[in-house]
């Protein structure tokens, strides 16, 4: 009798969709991570990008490169490296591209310490090192950081020379995909 009932209740649960197989709904008040089907919907709005005015090329070649696969853009702004950063610690966008690393003083003025912010080597330009920043709050309001910033990662040969800047080393785009693991890895 208890081998019977053990057959039916794998039988009944043969025949029922796993979780994965079935639409869900978007939650109330929409879809901020992406997870959900947008049908119809309009496409999520670009991600806003800010730097300094020499990394525009780099920028503006990776977010339309993202875009084409992605479907979702990004705007460049011109700012100085210093007030781009200031904007994306205040949440005013969500990646400040830099000519030249911001200074660990402040860094630490971005939530109160350096943590809170990921710092990603991707080019090398005549001043020095390009780096990318978001921030670990940026990163888990919209998946579409994520994507972008895996995006440049893995593709910054190409993203460098559209750029019209030099590709860094495989050991420092290491450190950068390291550095970005460990940020993504905490949400």
Do not use: H, W
């Not at 992605?70 to 702004?77: D, L, P, R, S």
């Not at 966008?93 to 030249?100: C, E, K, L, M």
């Not at 309001?141 to 910033?149: A, K, L, P, Q």
């Not at 040969?157 to 785009?173: H, M, P, T, V």
């Amino acid at each position: 009798m208890t081998l019977a009932l053990l057959a039916l209740a794998v039988l009944a649960a043969c025949g029922r969709p796993l979780p994965d197989d079935r639409a869900e709904n978007a939650p109330p008040g929409g879809d901020r991570t992406g997870a959900f089907d947008v049908r119809g919907e309009q496409a999520p709005p670009p991600l806003k990008v800010m730097g300094d005015a020499e990394l525009a090329k780099l920028v503006r070649a990776a977010g339309r490169a993202f875009e084409a696969q992605e479907a979702v853009g990004a705007t460049f702004a011109e700012q100085p490296g210093e007030e781009a950063y200031a904007a994306l610690c205040a949440g005013r966008v969500d990646v400040a591209a830099t000519a030249q690393p911001v200074a660990l003083a402040r860094r630490q003025d971005c939530g109160g310490k350096p943590a809170n912010d990921v710092e990603l080597p991707v080019a090398r330009a005549p001043s020095g090192v390009v780096y990318l920043y978001t921030t670990r709050k940026a990163l888990g309001r919209r998946f579409e950081v994520e994507s972008f910033v895996q995006y440049v990662l893995d593709n910054y040969e190409q993203i460098a020379e559209n750029g019209r800047l030099q590709a860094l080393s495989g050991d420092e785009i290491q450190t950068a995909r390291d550095r970005f693991e460990d940020a993504v890895s905490g949400l």
